[in-house]
Structures are given as C-alpha cells and as structure tokens.
C-alpha cells in the first residue's frame, strides 16, 4: 500500500533555491527509489513531491481509509535533509532486527511477521486505555512525513524519511494519569516465527522491550512510524507500527509493536538487560561517550556514495537535536 504524500505550496520555494549538489543527490535517491522493490507491497513509491500521485494507489488508500486523502506532508522544520536521504534499497536491505537473525541482512526473513489482523494495545496508568487495529491508528492520527538522523550505537547512521504521527497524539487519546512516569513499549514476539539470531547467546530477554521516560515520549521528536519512503512500513523496518526517536541510539526505536503500557517506575529493556553498561536506558547519541568497545567520536553514513559505500563524518550531540531535546537532561 502507498502512502501517498501531498505537497503544500510552501514546499515551492524551497525547491526553486535546491543547490546542485542537492538537487543531484535528491535525483539519485529518487532513481533508487522508484527501482526498489523490495519487500515493498509492489507499489510504486511516492517519493518526489514532483511526482503525480497514482490513482490507483489512491483510491486503494482511500478504501482502506474510509474517508479522503491525509495531508501527509513533509513537516517543515525535519525536511533540511531532503536532498541527503539515503537510498532506499540500501535502507531496506540492512536493517538490526534479532527476533529474525544476528545479522543485516534479514529483510527475507522479516517477511514472516504476520501483520495482518495486528492489535496494538494501550495499557497500564491510562484514563483511556486503547486498542487500535491498523485502520484505527490510521483514523486516528494524521500522518506527517519528517525526515531524520538515524544513529546506531553501532556507528553507522542513515537518514531516514519516516511517515507518522507523534508520540504526542497518541498521550493526548489515552490521557495518562499522573502516577505514569515511564512507558514501556513491547514488540511482537511468537518462537515460531521469530527464531531469533542462531549464535546463541543463552536466555535472551525476549520479548524485545524498550523504554522511555513520559516527558521524552512528549517531546515534539518522538514518533511513531507507520511508513517510510512514502509507503506503508516494509517489515524488516518494524510494520506495521514502530517508534522513532531520533535524539537516542537506534536500539531504542523498539520494531513492530504489540503493547505500550505506562508504568511508574523505569521499565526493563532488551539491550540494557543484555548489556547494562554497554546500553544505558537513556542512550542519548553522544560522541564524547565512548562505547566499552569502540569510540562514538565518528560516524559512518551509509549509502552515501554508490550503493554499499560510505562516508565518515563526525558524530553530532543528541545526533544533531539538541535544540529540541537538551532542556530534557539539564
Ligand atoms: N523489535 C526490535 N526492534 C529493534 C531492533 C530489534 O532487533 N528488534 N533493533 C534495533 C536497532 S539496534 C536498530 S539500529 C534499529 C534498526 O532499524 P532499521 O532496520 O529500520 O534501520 O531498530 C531497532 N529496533
Ligand atoms: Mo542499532
């Protein structure tokens, strides 16, 4: 399914002043793009705001919808990267996703999870806990489209145009009460289709957990993905619904979620359990903290270049979002 994305006029002049190596990069990644096909629904992506919108598509969307088109336009204030986007195909074929293997390249093996009929629940200290299905989560929350930093602890970044909603709204539906102090967010997890990685490490604290406190979760940045590259979530990438929050390391946007409960104390998680002093729950990307194992101080940008190559560059404090997010850790 596409998910089709409208351009509002004040995306114009913008476009009219792109630099040319902008504009020659945004080319490429529109031609990677448009070639990819993988693990998609067989669509075609939406990824220009130049490009027609495909009626096809559309009606599709509408059908499911129940109602007109979203305005699912790029947030101004997270489209600077527009012209740096990395490729598509490269995103989608190199992903961290352990119920499905301890490797990069389990974008084949995702395509087990059975997202059809999912549930996501709402629970815990909540005025008005919820149970959304996938078309509800669509009735519910507008999507927007804002492009960000992506960071793995493991020193390798993208950047990523996500399709969403923020946290923000979601805390807005189900009104938490004032004893919830931290969230917990829980990923699908069934032995039968998610085997894991097959080195095994003994006992791993299945299912993948993650956390945050509930003033992070309400800080304007963390959001929920439904899609990416202007399409419904691909599920290597976490479909049908997973978190963003681009400040922190990416261990600690949690794939494919089933429940998110508001609780009053910190929650356990998957990675700090594994590895307390190697995956702090806050995980703030930080290039003045070293790793036990390697340094934090430099980046690999990924896909920068043709295909598989990348670009070294220096590491950003809160990978470049202080503005938004500092106040949270004075
Ligand atoms: N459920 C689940 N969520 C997860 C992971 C995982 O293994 N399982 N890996 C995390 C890590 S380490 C990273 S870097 C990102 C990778 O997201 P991507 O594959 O969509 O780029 O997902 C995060 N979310
Ligand atoms: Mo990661």
């Not at 979530?233 to 949690?254: C, D, N, T």
């Not at 359990?273 to 980046?299: D, K, M």
């Amino acid at each position: 399914m596409v998910l089709p994305r409208i351009c509002p006029d004040w995306q114009l002049p913008a476009r009219q002043v792109t630099s040319e190596t902008v504009f020659f990069n945004r080319r490429r990644f529109i031609r990677a793009a448009v070639g990819a096909s993988v693990g998609m629904s067989g669509a075609i992506a939406l990824n220009s705001c130049r490009r027609p919108l495909d009626e096809a598509a559309q009606s599709e969307f509408e059908k499911t919808l129940g109602r007109p088109l979203p305005n699912a336009a790029t947030h101004p204030n997270f489209n600077e990267l527009n012209g740096n986007v990395t490729p598509q195909d490269f995103a989608s074929r190199f992903n961290n996703f352990y119920e499905f293997g301890g490797t990069k390249d389990i974008w084949e093996q995702a395509q087990a999870l059975p997202t059809e009929d999912w549930k996501l629940t709402v629970s815990g200290l909540v005025n008005n806990p919820q149970t959304y299905d996938q078309d509800d989560l669509l009735k519910a929350f507008p999507l927007e489209e804002r492009i960000y930093r992506f960071r793995c602890v493991e020193a390798w970044a993208m950047v990523v145009p996500w399709l969403g909603f923020p946290m923000q709204k979601l805390l807005a539906a189900v009104d938490p009460k004032p004893e919830a102090k931290f969230v917990r967010f829980e990923s699908f997890f069934d032995p039968s289709v998610t085997p894991g990685p097959s080195f095994s490490f003994s006992n791993l604290p299945w299912p993948y957990q993650e956390g945050l406190r509930l003033d992070e979760m309400a800080n304007e940045l963390a959001f929920f993905a439904v899609g990416v590259y202007g399409q419904t979530l691909p599920k290597q990438h976490g479909a049908p619904i997973r978190m963003v929050v681009p400040w922190k390391y990416g261990f600690k946007g949690a794939k494919s979620i089933v429940n998110i409960e508001f609780v009053a104390e910190q929650p356990a998680t998957y990675w700090n359990t594994l590895s307390p002093n190697e995956y702090g729950f806050e995980a703030n990307v930080n290039p003045e903290v070293p790793h036990p194992r390697w340094s934090q101080a430099t980046e690999r940008l990924m896909g920068a270049g043709n295909d598989w190559e990348w670009k070294k560059q220096p590491t950003l404090l809160y990978n470049g979002y202080g503005s938004y997010v500092a106040q949270l850790y004075s």
